[in-house]
C-alpha cells in the first residue's frame, strides 16, 4: 500500500480505531454481533486463514448464498489480500453460474448449503477452483469453514492500491454471455463518499439490509453504512412483516428499495400497525404512489437516482421532491454528458446517451478488450441509457439504446435478447419479439408477443415455464401474447417500435 492509496481494508482498520465498541454487525437469523474492533480482528483471522490456502494477490473468490456475516467478512479479508471477490446470483440458472464461475476462474468458492448441490454437480466443469467450503459456519457438504477463522490473525497484508480490483458483478447478457464488471477499491470507496454525503450519516444511524451482497446496490449500501460508522442489521431473505418489526424495534433509518420492497413494508406496516417513522431515508427506484405514501406515513425522505454496477452504482441522485420523475443531479465526483450518435453533446431538453467519468467509472469488463474499448470510447463510459436534462440540471430517464434495450423487473437486468434466444428454441414458436411493459408489482414486467409455427398450439404458461427452466427464473416473462403476424421493417427487422405500440399497454 502506497503513501496515497486507501483501500477497503484500510477502512476497516480505521473504523477499528474510530468506532471500536460500536455495533458494526448484527446478524439477524442467529442473533450473532460483532463491533468493529471485532470485524477487524475476525478480518484478520480469515484473511490469514486464506493466506494459508495459497490466496494471494489477484485471485478470484468465489461466493455463492444469501447475505450473511460471514459473506460480509470474506469481502474483508479478501480486501486484507488483494483478492477479487466473484459474488454470484444466486436465482441464477445451473449453467448461468457455471459460466460465471468458469469466466472469472477462482481457485476457492464459499456455498451456502442450500445451493451446494447445484456446485457438487457442477464440479467436473468448473475447472479452476480447488477448494469448495461452506459459507457459513454451520451446515453444509462442504470443508468447514471455522478453520479458516481459527488461527492467530498473524496477518502481513498485500500490498494494494486504491485502483486494484475490488469485486467482479455480472452484468446482464450482452451478444449472449454475461460481463464480468470490475470494481476496484476505490470505486467502493468513491460509492460510499456520495452515499454518506446524501444521507448525512453519522453512528446513531442504522441501515436494514435487504439486498442481496451479489448487487451492487446491496454491497454498496452495505459498505457504505459500514464506512460512516453505521450498524448493518442484516436479514438473508427479504420478508415484510420481519422488515417492519426490525424497522420498528431496532429504530432503523436507512434501506434500498427495489420494486416491490417499499410497497411490501407499507402494507405489512399497515397490517401489523407496526411503527416504521424511524425510517428517514429510502434510495432506489419507486411509484410515485408509494414513494408519496412513504414520505406522507414517515416524514422522510425519498432519494432517486440513476447508476450502473459499471458506475459504481451512482451517477446522478437526488430527492423525490426536488424534482418528481427525474433521477436528480450528478453527484459531486463526477460528470455526466449526454451525446447523440456521433459523440457530440445535446442541449438540455434534447435526449442523448448517458456517457460518464469519473472515479467511480468501473475498470472494464473481465477479459474483454474490444468491449471496453467501445463502452470507453472517447474517452468517456458509454452506458446504453438515453436521457435528458432540463434547464435545471436534472436527469430524466429516456430508456435505453436499441443495441441495449434492457428490462428491470425488480431491479434485475434482463436483456431482451437472451429471453428470446430461449424462447425460440422452442418446437412450436416461429418469432417472437420480447420487451418491458408496465406491471403493478415489479414496476417492469417481460412480455413476449410470439407468432407460432402453422398449426401449432402453446399455452402461455407452458411457454413461460419453458422459458423459466433453461435461464434465471427472473428473466421468464411474465406476459406472453400469440399474434398471427409478427411486423417487419423494409430491412427484415422486426418493427420493434410498431410492436410495442400495438402491444405495450398496460398488463391485464
Not at 425 to 454: M, N, R, S, Y
Request: aromatic share 10%; net charge negative.
Amino acid at each position: 500500500m502506497g503513501l496515497y492509496d486507501f483501500t477497503f481494508y484500510d477502512l476497516i482498520n480505521r473504523n477499528a480505531v474510530c468506532f471500536e465498541n460500536r455495533p458494526a454487525w448484527f446478524e439477524v437469523d442467529d442473533g450473532r454481533a460483532l463491533t468493529f474492533g471485532q470485524f477487524k480482528e475476525t478480518v484478520d483471522r480469515f484473511a490469514r486463514g486464506l493466506q494459508n490456502l495459497g490466496i494471494t494477490k489477484g485471485d478470484r473468490i468465489g461466493v455463492l448464498g444469501k447475505n450473511s456475516l460471514e459473506y460480509f467478512l470474506l469481502y474483508g479479508a479478501a480486501a486484507a489480500l488483494g483478492a477479487i471477490i466473484l459474488p454470484i446470483n444466486w436465482r441464477l440458472s445451473a449453467d448461468e453460474v457455471i459460466f460465471s464461475l468458469n469466466d472469472c476462474e477462482p481457485k476457492v468458492i464459499f456455498v451456502d448449503e442450500e445451493y451446494q448441490e447445484l456446485i457438487e454437480e457442477a464440479k467436473e466443469k468448473l475447472y479452476s477452483v480447488k477448494n469448495y467450503y461452506n459459507l457459513r459456519i454451520k451446515g453444509g457438504r462442504f470443508l468447514d469453514i471455522a478453520p479458516l477463522l481459527d488461527n492467530l490473525g498473524d496477518l502481513e497484508p498485500a500490498d494494494v492500491s486504491t485502483d486494484d480490483g475490488f469485486v467482479i458483478i455480472h452484468t446482464a447478457a450482452v451478444a449472449g454471455r454475461p460481463r464480468g464488471a470490475l470494481l476496484s477499491h476505490g470505486n467502493v470507496l468513491c460509492a460510499n463518499m456520495h452515499l454518506n454525503y446524501c444521507f448525512n450519516l453519522s453512528p446513531k444511524d442504522v441501515h436494514l439490509n435487504l439486498l442481496p451482497l451479489f448487487h451492487v446496490g446491496g454491497l454498496f449500501m452495505a459498505t457504505n453504512s459500514f464506512h460512516a460508522g453505521v450498524l448493518n442489521i442484516n436479514i438473508s431473505k427479504f420478508d415484510a412483516q420481519k422488515a417492519v418489526e426490525l424497522i420498528e424495534e431496532e429504530r432503523v433509518t436507512l434501506l434500498f428499495d427495489f420494486p416491490p420492497i417499499l410497497s411490501s413494508i407499507l402494507k405489512a406496516s399497515e397490517e401489523t400497525k407496526r411503527d416504521i417513522h424511524s425510517l428517514k431515508s429510502v434510495i432506489g427506484l419507486g411509484t410515485p404512489e408509494d414513494i408519496e405514501k412513504y414520505q406522507k406515513i414517515t416524514g422522510g425522505t425519498f432519494y432517486c437516482m440513476y447508476g450502473q454496477t459499471e458506475t459504481s452504482c451512482l451517477a446522478t441522485l437526488g430527492r423525490y421532491d426536488d424534482r418528481p420523475g427525474s433521477a436528480g443531479k450528478t453527484i459531486s465526483l463526477a460528470e455526466v454528458r449526454l451525446v447523440d450518435d456521433y459523440g457530440k453533446p445535446v442541449p438540455a431538453g434534447q435526449v442523448g446517451e448517458i456517457t460518464i467519468k469519473g472515479p467511480m467509472v468501473f475498470k472494464g469488463y473481465w477479459n474483454l478488450p474490444e468491449d471496453n474499448a467501445h463502452t470507453f470510447r472517447d474517452g468517456w463510459h458509454h452506458t446504453g441509457d438515453l436521457g435528458r436534462f432540463d434547464e435545471d440540471g436534472f436527469l430524466f430517464y429516456a430508456g435505453r439504446k436499441p443495441e441495449k434495450e434492457l428490462i428491470k423487473p425488480g431491479g434485475e437486468n434482463v436483456y431482451p435478447a437472451e429471453v428470446e434466444k430461449v424462447i425460440m428454441e422452442h418446437p412450436a414458436v416461429e418469432k417472437t419479439v420480447v420487451f418491458g411493459v408496465p406491471d403493478p408489482k415489479w414496476k417492469e414486467g417481460i412480455k413476449a408477443v410470439c407468432q407460432l409455427k402453422k398449426g401449432k398450439n402453446l399455452d402461455s404458461k407452458q411457454l413461460i415455464d419453458f422459458v423459466g427452466e433453461r435461464i434465471a427464473r427472473f428473466k421468464k416473462p411474465q406476459y406472453v401474447e400469440y399474434i398471427d403476424q409478427i411486423p417487419f421493417q423494409k430491412d427484415g427487422s422486426p418493427d420493434r417500435a410498431k410492436i410495442k405500440e400495438l402491444y405495450g399497454g398496460d398488463q391485464q
